[in-house]
Each structure stands twice: as C-alpha cells, then as structure tokens.
C-alpha cells in the first residue's frame, strides 16, 4: 500500500472520528458513571462540617434571642446543610448538570405548590 | 470477529480502499458497540446510552425529585396543623430535643459511612464497601428505635395518632420518614448479602450509588424535618 493511499485513508478515518463522536466505549463509561466526588478524607471533612452546623442548630434553641434572627439562622443553617449534603455526599457538584435540574426542578415544584398552599389557608398571616 | 472491506483492486495497481473495522467503528448515532451488547448482556459499565448517561441513575433522580413532592406535601400538612393540639400537651412540651438531636446527628453520619461506601465500591473493594454498608444500616436501626422510643413516650404522655390534628400530622410525617429509614435498612442488608454472593449483575458501583442516593435523600429530608419541626417551636 502506498503512503499516499495511507495518508488518504488516515485523513477520512480522522474526518469520520470527528463528524461522528462516539458517546463512549466499554473501557470510557458513560458520564456520570466514573469515579468523582472527594477523597475519604475529603468526605470526613464535610462530615465535621455538617456535626457542626447540627451541634451551632441545636444550641441556637438554647439562647435568648430575637425570634426573627433566630428563625433567620436556623433556616440559612438548614439550607446549608441540605446543599451540602446534594452537592457534596450525592455528588450533585460533580455530576452531570442534567441530575441537579431533576432533582431540583422537583424540589422547587414542591415548593412552590406548598407556599402556595399554605398562602391559601393563610398560614403566613400573623393574625 | 472484525468485519473488513476487502481490497478487490489488483497488486499491479495503487491501493485506494478503505479497511474500516465495523466491529469498533461508532454507527450513525454516535456509539460504539460494546463486547456483548448486540446480546443482551450487561458490560462492567452497562450498555452505552443515547444520552450518554445512566438511565437507572436518571430514573432514580426523577424519583427523588418526585419524593420531595410528598415530603413536601406531609411537611405543609404539619405545618397547619401544628398548632391544633386539644387534649394533649403542646409540642414544646413533648418534644426532647436532646434525645432528637443526637439520633440527628446519628443519621448524619450515616450518610458519611454510606458515601465511605460508594467511594470503596468505585474502587472494587467489596469487602470494605460491605463493612460501610452495614456499619450505614446499623446507624440506621438507631436512629428508627429512636424513633420508636419517641413515639412510645409520646403516646404515654397522651398523644396517640387520632387524638388530634397535630398527633395525626406528626405521626404521619415522622412516621412515613421512619418507614423510608426502614425501606432503606432492607435495601443495604440485601445489597451486603448480594455484595458477599457476587450477586450483582452489571455494575456493581453504580448498584451502591443507587443505594446510596436514596439513603442520603432520606437523610437531607430529615434536615428539613429537624428544624422546622423540632427547633422551631409552633
């Protein structure tokens, strides 16, 4: 075989890898299937964090303050720790961003719908 | 066995065909065949798909995201009816919240060993992965008898399912929790006992993540749970 025939056909193979991109091989999981996230001891670390908001939460209860702050608090610190959970522990952070629109199209769907339902049997009103 | 386009053309004469292997080269979709596919059988890594990610992981955040919808209709519900609670003592006196936080912090650390398991079952390392995963549902069984050390006092104190509103929402969301706890419990002890079997069919890590992605939503529910019914006072 020549090398201008084996130049030829390296050129089309290339224009055929290109034009057609393989979604992955046996050898190359599908994204969202390979090892991600943090080390063990980057896990332990989240870990600490989230036993400490838990421990700040619960002495908030046990201090003499303004109820709006201390509601303020609580929910930030609630947030807090649910996002790192998702992020972190379900490797949302790392994953394909497809996952993290599922999971939080539902979850502020249920949102919306409760607050909704709750304006309408006037849970929000402090009378 | 690879498929070629055989050159037809006479030695004499320069060589200008193509050899495309069929076997591995991507078809008009974009993937590439795997070893077993075109039977049916399940690679270490499962079938490639048009979308290119895993289908069972998919559905599994397409179920979370619908679980937050019954959650969240359960949490709305006590929210209401939290305050209704003739005949009964109110929910700040019943509430120990000591006792609530450290089975709390129990579930939390759950959610530790079980990402410790993920991480170990990414690694092929079954026998670590099965300590985790037991050591996961262990933490999990303390926190349901906890629950149900909870629910005994309450209902000796005088707070039974039916005896008011807010009984009947707290029993109901706790209650629907503590059977998800329970479902999960069932779900690690089976996959340690499949682990130990080799009873896995396809792949094995992505198996645990499933797992381990309920297990964690059940946890971050109970984040919510925590605070606006435990440390918020009605």
């Known amino acids: 075989m020549s090398s201008e025939t084996t130049e030829t056909e390296r050129q089309i193979s290339h224009a055929v890898d290109n034009a057609v991109e393989p979604a992955h091989s046996v050898d190359e999981p599908a994204h969202g299937d390979h090892k991600h996230g943090l080390t063990d001891l980057g896990y332990v670390k989240v870990a600490a964090v989230l036993a400490l908001m838990t421990a700040l939460e619960v002495t908030l209860t046990y201090i003499d303050i303004p109820g709006g702050v201390f509601m303020a608090l609580l929910l930030s610190l609630m947030v807090l720790k649910f996002w790192t959970v ?3 522990f379900m490797h949302l952070k790392f994953d394909n961003p497809i996952f993290t629109k599922l999971f939080y199209s539902g979850l502020f769907l249920a949102l919306g719908v409760y607050c909704v339902a709750l304006l309408t049997f006037q ?5 | 066995m690879a498929d070629t386009v055989a050159p037809t053309t006479p030695a004499s004469e320069p060589d200008t065909t193509l050899s495309i292997d069929l076997a591995t080269a991507p078809d008009i979709h974009g993937q590439t065949p795997t070893p077993g596919a075109a039977h049916g059988e399940g690679g270490e890594h499962g079938h490639a798909t048009s979308t290119g ?38 929910p700040s006196q019943l509430y120990n919240i000591p006792l609530t936080s450290v089975s709390s912090f129990v579930l939390l650390m759950s959610s530790l060993t079980m990402v410790l398991a993920v991480s170990a079952a990414q690694r092929h390392d079954d026998r670590t992965t099965s300590t985790w995963l037991t050591v996961t549902a262990l933490l999990g069984a303390t926190f349901v008898g906890a629950q149900v050390f909870e629910f005994t006092e309450f209902y000796h104190e005088g707070l039974g399912f039916t005896t008011n509103l807010f009984g009947s929402s ?24 499949m682990i130990n079997r080799n009873k896995i069919p396809g792949n094995k890590a992505e198996v645990v993540e499933m797992i381990g992605l309920y297990w964690h939503f059940v946890d971050i529910v109970w984040i919510v749970i925590f605070t606006l019914v435990y440390l918020i006072p009605s």
């Open chain 1, 123 to 127: 849970f929000f009103n402090p009378s």
């Open chain 1, 86 to 88: 998702v992020s972190y």
């Open chain 2, 53 to 90: 990610l895993s289908n069972n992981k998919l559905a599994m955040w397409m179920f979370l995201g619908s679980e937050c919808l019954l959650f969240g209709g359960l949490i709305s519900t006590y929210m209401l009816y939290r305050g209704r609670h003739e005949g009964s003592p109110s």
């Open chain 2, 170 to 193: 707290f029993f109901t969301l706790t209650g629907f929790h503590g059977v998800h706890v329970t479902v999960g419990i069932i779900l690690l002890m089976s996959l340690v006992g």
